[in-house]
């Protein structure tokens, strides 16, 4: 199994939509959870980080974290044609320390 | 800011040379990441430096592969001698241990012929 999953997609959804993107991780023990977009050939950047159960909201984005089903969600509402991309789920496994794990990725495709 | 600086964006090279990829974290960042990207494994973490110290090197794949950080604001990643499976994007991140997000370097795509 492995440590952080995700669907690699491609997630389609119009544009307008609510593009909804999930994340499963295996260590009872994570502390700190990231959501990362990737355009093509491009770096990883942060898009938002969540600690605490429950949801979180930046603009169009909202994260989720439920640690008792250890998963953590990223919503992103009036989704555009920008927003195409890969969004990568990462969590901090080691209290203390900044290690992340990835998951693989979910390429997302927002239809105009 | 200038963010993460990688050196090169692009190196190609052949079997059997001497790769040496280069990074300046961001000036008061005390981690550095060294991370390797392919479309096969996704995003792998390689080593991990804490205030220029080696924490974690569980993820560097065999010892072809070495990472040094003589200061705080500088770091190499060695691949001797280089195959091509080792093709891949590498990219450096560096992250204030007061925050935890990592702020990513533009990578290096490396092709080993």
């Known amino acids: 199994q492995k440590e952080v999953e995700q669907n690699s997609g491609p997630l389609s959804v119009p544009e307008g939509a609510i593009a909804s993107l999930n994340c499963t991780y295996s260590?009872?023990?994570?502390?700190?959870f990231f959501w990362y977009r990737q355009y093509s050939g491009k770096s990883p950047e942060l898009i938002m980080f969540?600690?605490?159960?429950g949801d979180k909201e930046d603009g169009r984005f909202t994260a989720q974290l439920n640690k008792a089903s250890q998963y953590v969600s990223l919503l992103i509402r009036d989704s555009q044609p920008s927003d195409s991309a890969t969004y990568l789920c990462?969590?901090?496994?080691?209290?203390?320390?900044?290690?992340?794990?990835f998951g693989t990725g979910t390429r997302l495709k927002v239809l105009a | 800011d200038a963010g993460v600086i990688q050196s090169p964006r692009h190196e190609v090279t052949e079997m059997g040379q001497e790769v040496t990829l280069r990074c300046k974290p961001i000036?008061?960042?005390?981690?550095l990441f060294w991370y390797r990207q392919t479309m096969m494994r996704g995003l792998e973490l390689l080593i991990y430096?804490?205030?220029?110290?080696?924490?974690?090197d569980s993820g560097m794949p065999e010892d072809r592969f070495s990472a040094k950080m003589p200061n705080a604001s500088f770091s190499t990643l060695k691949i001797q001698p280089s195959e091509p499976r080792d093709s891949a994007v590498y990219f450096c991140?560096?992250?204030?241990?007061?925050?935890?997000?990592?702020?990513f370097g533009p990578g290096t795509r490396l092709t080993v012929l």
């Open positions: 991140a560096s992250s204030s241990t007061r925050v935890g997000e990592q702020f």
């Open positions: 260590d009872r023990g994570s502390q700190s």
């Open positions: 969540i600690y605490s159960n």
């Open positions: 990462a969590v901090n496994s080691n209290s203390g320390t900044y290690k992340y794990i």
């Open positions: 000036s008061g960042h005390n981690s």
């Open positions: 430096f804490n205030n220029n110290v080696p924490i974690d």
